[in-house]
């Protein structure tokens, strides 16, 4: 490639390499690791969401060679579990030879095998077991009896008979204690079949590092440029200058109406976010209070502001199941009535801003609520998609949910019915051209998150190919709050399935009382200089090298678009000239021709 500069011709030619390869470039030492260390680090960057976890004839083998549970495999028949509650057990051999174990004669849900173990206090433990039942398909959850009788869900898989699928999931250790792992079907006549268990424990130093190895495996490519005369001659010692002008990793924040009138608020957002989702704006509620009297001035103006800033936007939303959230005038009408509404709303949203969002949320929260369903029917959301591709094609439809990675105890939400509920709206006649996402909000409680269940839930749902993308972050009150925040903002950065954050937080000044990122002087909080500095960390600092005695230097960068400039050390001049590292190089090598 040539291009054309101030003062000569610059030949760029490039070689890219395409590998998986792990790059470890924050220079993380396994001299600092134990060999037990050694092993989690490894297994635990390897993010397991590419793989078939589902209806599988044999189980695969207990992850982390079964952690801390004793016979995981069964390979000593039953010896380390017993009965837990009314039901018995024994055990069961496949056609191969696979050794299980079999809980039958069950009466309660909670009628399962169990075992004890220890936790430390403030410990992650990634949980992950292989299980069927012989008759039909339901759910089957891992349960954590604690010493004080509380019972802590850790994950939940939808099982079915003649197939093993992988429940995945894990636990924080508030306190050290004692724990008996538990199994859980309210189907009380099936037996639950379980094989391979795993229980690994990580420390938070450890957790870190296998986010920053993962983050620097993912996000980051390197690149070789050699700089030389026209001649051939290596420019030795020459002086690039290196200035990141764009991340390829969408990392934003909401905002809301007080940004059209408020220039603090715009000027304290233009100098961080490059993406946005409008809290309230866009919502039917917002745009058609009156039956009929459409309007989107404060969602223009809005709009308008992003454009003029290069801040691109998610549509949120076009439809929202829960019955409370439907404008008054909706909650009355009749089916009929209801569907011309809609029909209406949904023609006059995404056509007005067709070709101007990167996405738009669907039906939000549609796990939980089933407003349009119980009005017009069971493909009502599905048909909605259809509608939305077809006035808007290029844009990215999301299914968006709450309590999918935050909350562990919510059955509506878990992973694996939100990978139902999407194949059931893909599915549907018309929907499957549709370039859809996965939306999942992030509204995390107090309280230390279980990042242990997140990673089980972003590995099972990216499982499916489909972008996900954290929606809605917050953290709740807490005196830890801006720690907490930043764990959950480490946590979906680091996995691969993950292909954007947006921020439901902001300013005092703008009505935020949650999560606050400035106060009233829009002055930063502990949670704001948290956001400052991952959005430092996460893109490539302007620096300046010195090539070698080649004319060459190497260095990572993260996916994005760069200005470098190259002085020549004899002359001074300066060639200046644009590169991308994009997602899919691992390394590329660029040499440079430039005349003097």
């Known amino acids: 490639m040539m291009k054309m500069i101030a003062g000569g011709w610059l030949w760029v030619l490039h070689i890219s390499i395409f590998l998986p390869s792990v790059m470890g470039f924050r220079g993380f030492s396994p001299l600092h690791l134990s060999s037990t260390d050694a092993v989690c680090r490894i297994h635990a960057v390897s993010y397991d969401y590419s793989a078939t976890t589902e209806c599988l004839i044999e189980p695969q083998r207990a992850q982390y060679g079964g952690g801390i549970i004793s016979n995981p495999d069964f390979t000593h028949g039953i010896q380390g579990w017993t009965v837990f509650g009314q039901g018995a057990v024994k055990e069961g051999i496949s056609n191969d030879g696979n050794r299980y174990i079999v809980a039958h004669s069950r009466s309660q849900p909670l009628d399962s095998i169990s075992q004890q173990v220890q936790l430390e206090k403030g410990k992650l433990y990634s949980f992950s077991a292989w299980v069927q039942i012989n008759g039909g398909r339901g759910n089957v959850a891992a349960v954590f009896k604690m010493s004080h009788g509380e019972l802590v869900r850790g994950g939940q898989v939808t099982a079915r008979n003649g197939c093993w699928s992988l429940l995945k999931g894990g636990v924080f250790a508030n306190i050290s204690s004692r724990a008996e792992i538990l199994f859980e079907s309210k189907n009380t006549e099936a037996e639950i079949w379980v094989d391979n268990v795993s229980l690994q424990p990580f420390t938070m130093e450890q957790w870190r590092s296998h986010q920053d190895e993962s983050i620097d495996k993912e996000r980051l490519g390197k690149v070789r440029f050699e700089a030389r005369y026209a001649n051939g001659t290596a420019i030795e010692g020459a002086g690039f200058s290196i200035k990141q002008t764009k991340s390829d990793f969408p990392f934003g924040c909401c905002m809301n109406y007080h940004i059209i009138n408020s220039t603090d608020y715009q000027n304290w957002f233009a100098l961080r976010f490059r993406y946005t989702t409008f809290t309230n704006e866009m919502k039917w509620y917002s745009t058609e209070k009156i039956q009929g009297q459409e309007n989107y001035t404060v969602a223009d103006a809005m709009v308008s502001f992003a454009q003029q800033n290069s801040i691109s936007i998610r549509g949120h939303n076009i439809f929202w199941d829960n019955p409370k959230y439907q404008p008054e005038w909706v909650k009355n009408l009749t089916s009929d009535e209801l569907r011309i509404a809609a029909e209406q709303r949904i023609k006059s949203v995404v056509s007005r801003y067709a070709g101007q969002l990167i996405a738009w949320d669907v039906m939000n929260e549609n796990l939980h609520f089933n407003f349009f369903e119980d009005k017009l029917g069971k493909n009502a959301s599905a048909e909605y998609y259809a509608w939305a591709y077809q006035l808007d094609?290029?844009?990215?439809?999301?299914?968006?949910?709450?309590?999918?990675?935050?909350?562990?105890?919510?059955?509506?939400?878990?992973?694996?019915?939100?990978?139902?509920?999407?194949?059931?709206?893909?599915?549907?006649?018309?929907?499957?051209?549709?370039?859809?996402?996965?939306?999942?909000?992030?509204?995390?409680?107090?309280?230390?998150?279980?990042?242990?269940?997140?990673?089980?839930?972003?590995?099972?749902?990216?499982?499916?190919?489909?972008?996900?993308?954290?929606?809605?972050?917050?953290?709740?009150?807490?005196?830890?709050?801006?720690?907490?925040?930043?764990?959950?903002?480490?946590?979906?950065?680091?996995?691969?399935?993950?292909?954007?954050?947006?921020?439901?937080?902001?300013?005092?000044?703008?009505?935020?009382?949650?999560?606050?990122?400035?106060?009233?002087?829009?002055?930063?909080?502990?949670?704001g200089d948290v956001v400052d500095k991952l959005i430092d960390e996460w893109k490539f600092q302007t620096r300046e090298i010195k090539a070698d005695g080649k004319g060459s230097i190497e260095i990572p960068l993260f996916h994005g678009d760069y200005n470098i400039t190259v002085k020549d050390p004899v002359s001074s001049s300066l060639t200046a000239f644009s590169y991308k590292m994009t997602k899919d190089v691992t390394r590329d090598t660029v040499h440079l021709r430039i005349n003097a």
């Open 393 to 527: 094609p290029d844009t990215t439809m999301f299914l968006n949910e709450y309590n999918t990675i935050e909350d562990c105890r919510d059955e509506k939400a878990n992973p694996f019915n939100y990978k139902t509920k999407l194949d059931e709206i893909l599915s549907y006649p018309g929907n499957q051209g549709i370039s859809a996402g996965i939306g999942l909000q992030g509204h995390f409680g107090s309280g230390q998150p279980n990042l242990a269940y997140m990673r089980s839930s972003l590995d099972i749902l990216g499982s499916t190919g489909l972008p996900i993308w954290l929606t809605e972050v917050d953290v709740g009150k807490d005196p830890n709050q801006a720690e907490y925040l930043e764990q959950v903002l480490r946590e979906g950065h680091s996995h691969p399935a993950v292909k954007g954050i947006i921020m439901f937080v902001g300013p005092a000044n703008a009505g935020f009382n949650n999560t606050v990122l400035a106060d009233k002087d829009f002055k930063n909080t502990p949670a």
